[in-house]
């Protein structure tokens, strides 16, 4: 599959395996996809985020942040921890006891002895589900190549963090699909 990637598609891929190793992630999910989308320039992907208000370093990292906080939650979205709240489980108030007891970040899953694995990184179940999504709209569109732009139109359809934080920014499916294949506004070239 990768051979029909573009270059800003593999551009992307490589700098989701950095994030994850960054990170200390044990593998590359989709929440790293969309932190090196955001690290993008020049790209169909970029200009759609210009477009719709991500391009700002503030708003990037607003989306960082918000990242950040689901990681905290375990992966948890806000929409989850809402439905929890409804339930009587302050979300919140867990993850301070553990993180009071285990230190920051201990509900995030990252491994704190970072140089615990020099191999290859996998690809966890929601970045494997990005790919294989990006892969459809692409036929879907009848395009040739999967580029950074198919990328982006999965992580904001597939459920998830990464499609709630999009949304919560302004970048929704149907706003990003306009952006770049047309429809009254402007068109990524």
């Given at each position: 599959?990768?051979?029909?990637?573009?270059?800003?598609?593999?551009?992307?891929?490589?700098?989701?395996?950095?994030?994850?190793?960054?990170?200390?992630?044990?593998?590359?999910?989709?929440?790293?996809?969309?932190?090196?989308l955001l690290d993008r320039r020049g790209s169909r992907a970029s200009f759609a985020l210009t477009a719709?208000?991500?391009?700002?370093?503030?708003?990037?990292e607003s989306v960082r942040q918000a990242l950040g906080d689901?990681?905290?939650?375990?992966?948890?979205?806000?929409?989850?921890?809402d439905a929890l709240a409804g339930l009587g489980i302050d979300?919140?108030?867990?993850?301070?006891?553990?993180?009071?007891?285990h230190g920051a970040g201990a509900?995030?899953?990252?491994?704190?002895?970072?140089?615990?694995?020099?191999?290859?990184?996998?690809f966890g179940r929601g970045a494997k589900?990005?790919?294989?999504?990006?892969?459809?709209?692409?036929?879907?569109?009848r395009d040739r190549h999967i580029g950074d732009?198919?990328?982006?139109?999965?992580?904001t359809i597939l459920p998830g963090v990464p499609g709630e934080v999009l949304a919560d920014h302004g970048v929704t499916h149907e706003a990003a699909t306009r952006?770049?294949?047309g429809g009254g506004e402007a068109k990524a070239g």
């Open positions: 599959m990768f051979e029909r990637f573009t270059k800003d598609a593999r551009a992307v891929v490589r700098g989701a395996v950095e994030h994850c190793e960054r990170s200390g992630a044990g593998a590359v999910e989709a929440e790293h996809l969309l932190l090196a719709l208000g991500l391009a700002a370093e503030e708003r990037k689901a990681r905290r939650r375990a992966g948890l979205s806000q929409s989850e921890a979300v919140s108030e867990i993850v301070a006891r553990v993180e009071e007891a509900m995030s899953g990252d491994r704190k002895d970072k140089e615990w694995w020099s191999g290859r990184r996998t589900n990005v790919l294989e999504k990006s892969l459809r709209i692409a036929v879907a569109h732009e198919h990328l982006l139109l999965a992580l952006v770049l294949y």
